[in-house]
């Protein structure tokens, strides 16, 4: 058997702006995102050549390729079956190669799609075997911390390096961006900063902790990331991500985050200037409709002003999770402390490490998946 343990990191947006909508009802966005150090952990193994019964809900009878799928989570609330994000990133990758290179479908039938995708030969033997999934959750759920797409991303490198596919971070993405709009960001966050991978992913260009995308939010242009500590405090209320997007479609966009100023000021770490320029539109709904996310904005502004820190309070994506940013750590662990003591669900975390890349509106470089 075989197995290797990932962390799957969350995320905050800096910003987030929503430029458009499409005729399929999806919205085109503009926002900053940043890894954080706030993760789970993901641990997949492979057994090849051996099917075994589950529990119900938690194990998928073997495919034509032979593979069957076990799935485990740490939260009773959390579906493990075919729902979840993770187990469709399982179906994804065994549908896509068949099982790991030299019996695989990849192997047999190489390249043959216009954007580099592989798919299953025609006679190609099965491997068979068993993928198995645990995942032990630390991110808060419906939070807008992408705690399910980063599971979902852990996944992908995981059967990537289980099944020595070799693929890229570019081509990972590709098939992340299928499953949710998060998912690239996560592959390329994971890339950059989880050790276990860094021998694969070292010298990748598309390896970043922090990123500025758009379109749907699968198009991603590495950027410098942000150096600090991070308090984040849930209310406990979960928050529906489409809701908030058609609410937003209804109450307009008074104000739009200035990104080039953020991308500016994330790479000289200036946080006055972030306090006056991050803004997440989502907010102009969110925060009429949950008044405990307004509440919760209230109190973390007052424990930052009374710290004589830089007021940059805001909404993560589409809520109900606020965030800080801190400069020092003991400042953030007493915001932290007492925002717990009303939302239990309050952490203090750090931006994953300092980009390998330069500011890339100096570099001109845009990743599109």
Not at 34 to 43: F, G, N
Not at 268 to 280: Q, S
Not at 309 to 328: A, H, Q, R
């Amino acid at each position: 058997m075989k197995k290797i343990q990932l962390h799957a990191y969350a995320k905050i947006n800096l910003t987030l702006d929503v430029t458009g909508k499409r005729p399929n009802g999806y919205h085109d966005v503009e926002m900053i995102m940043q890894q954080i150090s706030l993760c789970d952990e993901v641990t997949v193994s492979w057994e090849a050549g051996s099917v075994k019964r589950g529990k119900p809900g938690q194990t998928a009878e073997p495919d034509p390729t032979g593979i069957q799928i076990q799935l485990t989570v740490s939260r009773p609330d959390l579906l493990a079956d075919s729902s979840n994000l993770a187990w469709k990133a399982a179906e994804e990758m065994i549908a896509e190669f068949g099982g790991p290179a030299g019996g695989n479908a990849k192997a047999a039938a190489g390249t043959d799609a216009a954007d580099g995708s592989s798919k299953a030969a025609a006679g190609t033997e099965a491997a068979g075997g068993v993928l198995t999934i645990d995942i032990q959750k630390q991110i808060p759920m419906a939070a807008g911390l992408a705690g399910g797409s980063s599971n979902c991303a852990a996944v992908l490198h995981a059967i990537n390096q289980l099944w020595e596919l070799n693929l890229s971070v570019k081509e990972l993405c590709r098939i992340g961006a299928r499953l949710g709009s998060d998912v690239p960001f996560c592959i390329m966050g994971q890339a950059a900063a989880e050790e276990a991978l860094q021998e694969s992913f070292a010298d990748d260009p598309d390896a970043c902790h922090c990123a500025l995308a758009t379109g749907t939010g699968t198009d991603l242009k590495p950027l410098t990331g942000l150096d600090s500590f991070i308090v984040l405090s849930k209310p406990a209320i979960g928050v529906s991500t489409a809701e908030v997007y058609r609410g937003i479609d209804n109450e307009g966009i008074p104000r739009h985050p200035d990104n080039n100023a953020v991308i500016s000021a994330i790479f000289e770490n200036n946080y006055k200037v972030l306090a006056e320029k991050m803004v997440n539109v989502l907010e102009n709904f969110a925060l009429k409709r949950y008044p405990i996310i307004v509440y919760t904005k209230n109190i973390m502004s007052d424990l930052c002003q009374s710290a004589g820190i830089s007021n940059c309070v805001m909404m993560s994506g589409s809520g109900p999770t606020v965030f800080c940013l801190c400069e020092e750590l003991s400042k953030a662990q007493q915001i932290c402390e007492v925002m717990k003591s009303r939302n239990p669900e309050s952490f203090v975390a750090k931006t994953t490490g300092q980009d390998r890349h330069r500011d890339v509106t100096r570099e001109g470089k845009h990743v599109e998946f």
